[in-house]
């Protein structure tokens, strides 16, 4: 297991879980369209002993995003649903006992509606979304320096040339356990997913374009997804909407209504999952979701 699947330490969380800080407005152009996913969790036992009080927190669809509204959640033992102030959607797996060398499968099922075109929103604190953090490198003086290149006269435009230049000056890794960071593909011209995305974000922030990575999984229809077919992507804020850009597949503002987000990226703890990417184990019982 690595950072971007989950963390097995415990962590503290201070702080109430808040709704998320802005609304959103349809376009009477919108369409939709219903999808479902359904999640298979395997929690195992690897010890020849009983494990004590296990706890899984995981990800599932965020509720409201530009374009996914989640509908329906059912999850096949008993649970705890919270919210946080990004409106990450999350669940809390208890299990009080977990016999030795026993597995169990948790199903979650998720019925979402999918929008083509991005709802507006009010962005409350644009500034969050433009500030250097760990692997998006927006004050380093090369990254400042490839964005100045790549400005152009309006946000969208410049949202297209960063798109385009990620995308051709970028070579597929193949999927790299670790982070890197922006600044990696930003001189090194590799990375998988996860750095096409940091780097997008990075030089759009440059640009004074909010910008932020997602993380989840795409599809086209509905779906039962693998673990490794998680997936990192870039959102800007442009025009009164976040709007994708996914340079590794290719996609520029559509097709929208198949990226189903799970995680906005943010380099500090503020809900129980902490920096994982997808979920955080409290115990020693092993997760495969």
Excluded at 46 to 72: C, F, I, R
């Amino acid at each position: 297991m690595n950072r971007r699947h989950c963390f097995k330490l415990g962590v503290t969380f201070v702080g109430g879980l808040l709704l998320a800080p802005f609304g959103m407005s349809a376009l009477p152009t919108s369409t939709t369209v219903r999808r479902q996913l359904r999640l298979s969790v395997v929690l195992t036992n690897p010890l020849n002993e009983p494990l004590q009080d296990q706890v899984l927190w995981l990800y599932v669809p965020a509720a409201e995003t530009a374009t996914q509204t989640l509908q329906g959640l059912s999850v096949s033992m008993a649970h705890e649903v919270l919210t946080d102030e990004l409106g990450h959607r999350f669940v809390k797996l208890s299990l009080p006992q977990l016999a030795p060398l026993a597995s169990k499968t948790v199903s979650i099922a998720a019925d979402l509606d999918m929008r083509v075109e991005p709802l507006a929103a009010l962005l409350a604190q644009p500034s969050s979304w433009l500030q250097d953090e760990r692997y998006i490198e927006v004050r380093d003086a090369r990254m400042q320096a490839k964005a100045a290149e790549l400005k152009r006269d309006t946000a969208l435009a410049t949202g297209r040339a960063i798109y385009d230049w990620v995308r051709q000056s970028m070579h597929y890794a193949g999927y790299i356990a670790d982070d890197l960071g922006a600044l990696y593909a930003l001189t090194q011209h590799r990375g998988d997913c996860t750095e096409y995305a940091y780097l997008a974000a990075a030089l759009a922030r440059a640009c004074s374009i909010p910008a932020r990575m997602v993380g989840g999984y795409v599809s086209d229809r509905n779906f039962v997804p693998r673990p490794e077919e998680y997936h990192n992507w870039a959102e800007l804020y442009i025009d009164g909407a976040w709007r994708l850009l996914d340079a590794q597949k290719e996609n520029w503002l559509a097709p929208a209504d198949q990226y189903i987000a799970f995680r906005f990226y943010r380099d500090k703890v503020i809900n129980p999952v902490g920096l994982a990417h997808r979920f955080l184990v409290q115990g020693a019982m092993q997760v495969r979701a």
